[in-house]
């Protein structure tokens, strides 16, 4: 029930372009990931909350916040936050951080309305001279590395790539990596709470990860075996079982008509274009 649109996981939404698990009513976005029900007029953004709108290179925003650009985390119905993060339920305010309910604030610094509109234009033509304005943060301020973050699933790189591009790469020295002397029960019945005091070592990838007691009572309750691999190898795994996020260039397996697919041209699905998809399905 989707109407002119791009991507992969779209539910009921119409005009959304290269978007990505879009819920219901969902409309005129681009370039999307994770759009809560209702977003509207936005692009570049990440886990976008309800009822949004007019957003532009946010990441985490929250329900019914509008009119807000280039932050993180910004929630609670707030609106004309520029270049900010961990902001709550604000309006008006450029380039601060950890607010709630703040209004007309640059740099968290409390601000009249009047000069609050005097000062924030200044400081856009600043950041325009610059080459700042329209950008979102820098990777510099990032406090992870490439490959610990969502990233390096999105558009996987290599440790080189990344090093080209100046950016920081977390690097697990195998000394790091202590060996599993733990043997784990194949029957869920069998493992004691003890477990959850032993190092366990990655089957794939030797990295270590251990069980917590809410985990243990969860596998115990649905009848699970401990698993053999960690969080990461089987997070990515999961992965790969969906599309990636990207569309390609291919032809339509029918009559040859180009076409834009999440399915890649080397995959061995048979893609239709619409015209050739209806006819086969009515």
């Not at 950041?127 to 990777?139: A, I, Q």
């Amino acid at each position: 029930m989707s109407e002119s649109v791009s991507g992969e996981y779209i539910l009921q939404s119409k005009n959304c372009e290269d978007c990505y698990i879009m819920s219901k009513d969902c409309e005129d976005c681009h370039y999307i990931f994770n759009g809560f029900p209702g977003l509207k007029d936005s692009y570049d953004c990440t886990y976008s909350g309800e009822n949004a709108s007019l957003l532009y290179e946010m990441m985490g925003s929250g329900s019914k916040c509008s009119n807000n650009f280039f932050g993180l985390v910004v929630v609670d119905g707030s609106s004309n936050v520029f270049y900010s993060q961990l902001m709550f339920n604000s309006k008006n305010c450029f380039g601060c951080s950890n607010m709630r309910n703040a209004e007309y604030c640059i740099l968290n610094k409390q601000y009249t309305k009047e000069e609050y509109e005097e000062l924030a234009p200044k400081i856009i033509d600043h950041m325009r001279s610059t080459g700042e304005w329209g950008e979102y943060f820098p990777v510099s301020t990032s406090p992870f590395s490439y490959n610990q973050t969502i990233a390096q699933e999105c558009f996987p790189l290599t440790q080189k790539e990344v090093g080209a591009k100046g950016w920081n790469w977390l690097d697990q020295s195998e000394k790091e990596k202590k060996p599993q002397i733990y043997a784990i029960p194949d029957d869920i019945n069998e493992v004691p709470d003890a477990i959850t005091s032993e190092v366990l070592a990655c089957a794939d990838c030797g990295k270590n990860y251990r069980i917590i007691q809410q985990e243990l009572n969860f596998y115990r309750k649905q009848q699970l075996p401990i698993p053999r691999r960690c969080f990461d190898c089987r997070h990515m795994t999961r992965l790969s079982l969906r599309n990636g996020r990207r569309q390609y260039e291919r032809d339509c397996d029918k009559c040859g008509t180009g076409i834009q697919s999440s399915y890649s041209p080397d995959r061995p699905e048979k893609v239709y274009c619409e015209a050739c998809f209806l006819k086969e399905v009515y």
